[in-house]
């Protein structure tokens, strides 16, 4: 007898073709009664050799993450973790990058630890062209993943992040409330989904006060301290008063960037940045930011989580957090000889 489709199974039993998949390769983590709907429909098309489900660890969950001297993926990790662990579950961690350890050798490396589910953190999901194959292929292996910071796609999975655009127009509002009219957008590259919703946002922001950027307001770099410090010096001789920055990173990498060329910050320059991080409070000046709701968000990962290993596809949809505006020293009102900024910058440049 033919071997019956996934799907076909899934609609009989009423579950997802991972938790399928799930049962039929002896996975832990679904739920006794959803097994039993899965080996009741199996057997009703045929199929009596069911694998009994191997011992789970507990519950072991792989997170696949990005550079850790970016502050915000420690921060991430440690809340998801502790989220993880309240529900009696524990943590591996991998850290993705492009040119020595890729997303696709993370995952290899998770799956040869039998990991029951695997969150991703920005990476490849967050590209604007990035191939999201070996993200199908771990849910069709019936391994349960969560996206986070990256974008809605055809995948049925949970995808949790940020609103970068609305970030980015508090942070605007913020600096106009301040007096500030020459404002510009310290980035990162754009092959990347945040940066553009970041640049819809300033634009968007802008133009709701009546006001514009030039293509001279608008620096790309990396997302790194070094990379923002020459990004920022590109901005600082267009004679801005103010910037906003993609991350905390990059808004201190400005600051640097400000005070080496004997600007005062906030006196002379006003840096907001994103991400929120507990580093931001004790920076010199401490930061005004945009706060990532880091608790929330990672209790509701944890959350999906569990219910995905339980059988349940009830999160998977796109949830979008409200970030906080945290209001620092880093950002002041514009004083009157701050006009003369753009041709004092122009000399020291």
């Known amino acids: 007898m033919t071997k019956p489709r996934l799907r076909d199974v899934a609609s009989l039993a009423n579950v997802s073709e991972p938790t399928v998949s799930r049962v039929l390769n002896g996975k832990p983590g679904v739920a006794?009664?959803?097994?039993?709907?899965?080996?009741?429909?199996?057997?009703?098309?045929?199929?009596?050799?069911?694998?009994?489900?191997?011992a789970s660890r507990r519950g072991v969950v792989g997170i696949v993450a990005g550079d850790f001297t970016n502050p915000v993926f420690p921060t991430f990790v440690h809340h998801i973790s502790a989220a993880l662990a309240r529900r009696g579950m524990l943590t591996s961690v991998v850290l993705a990058d492009p040119d020595t350890n890729t997303e696709e050798r993370c995952v290899k490396e998770l799956q040869s630890c039998s990991v029951d589910a695997i969150v991703f953190m920005g990476g490849r999901h967050a590209e604007i062209d990035g191939d999201l194959d070996h993200y199908s292929d771990i849910v069709a292996d019936g391994t349960p993943i969560v996206l986070i910071n990256g974008r809605a796609t055809t995948l049925d999975v949970p995808h949790i992040r940020c609103d970068e655009r609305a970030a980015t127009n508090k942070a605007v509002d913020h600096l106009v409330d301040l007096g500030h009219t020459r404002i510009g957008c310290l980035i990162g590259s754009e092959m990347y989904i945040p940066t553009h919703r970041i640049i819809d946002g300033f634009h968007q922001t802008l133009r709701r006060h009546g006001l514009s950027a030039p293509s001279s307001a608008v620096a790309h770099a990396n997302f790194t301290f070094e990379g923002a410090r020459a990004g920022a010096k590109r901005l600082l001789s267009s004679g801005i008063t103010a910037i906003v920055a993609a991350n905390d990173l990059m808004a201190l990498g400005?600051?640097?960037?400000?005070?080496?060329?004997?600007?005062?910050?906030?006196?002379?320059?006003?840096?907001?940045?994103?991400?929120?991080?507990?580093?931001?409070?004790?920076?010199?000046?401490?930061?005004?930011?945009?706060?990532?709701?880091?608790?929330?968000?990672?209790?509701?990962?944890?959350?999906?989580?569990?219910?995905?290993?339980?059988?349940?596809?009830?999160?998977?949809d796109h949830y979008v957090f409200e970030p906080d505006l945290l209001s620092r020293s880093s950002s002041g009102r514009i004083s009157p000889g701050l006009v003369q900024q753009a041709s004092r910058v122009g000399n020291l440049s």
């Open 32 to 54: 006794t009664t959803t097994r039993e709907r899965v080996i009741e429909a199996l057997r009703q098309l045929g199929v009596d050799e069911i694998p009994e489900p191997r």
């Open 254 to 316: 400005a600051i640097h960037s400000a005070t080496s060329m004997g600007l005062e910050v906030p006196g002379e320059l006003s840096v907001v940045g994103y991400d929120g991080t507990d580093l931001t409070a004790v920076t010199s000046p401490p930061l005004t930011t945009m706060r990532q709701p880091f608790e929330d968000m990672a209790d509701l990962a944890a959350e999906a989580i569990v219910a995905e290993l339980e059988g349940s596809d009830r999160y998977r």
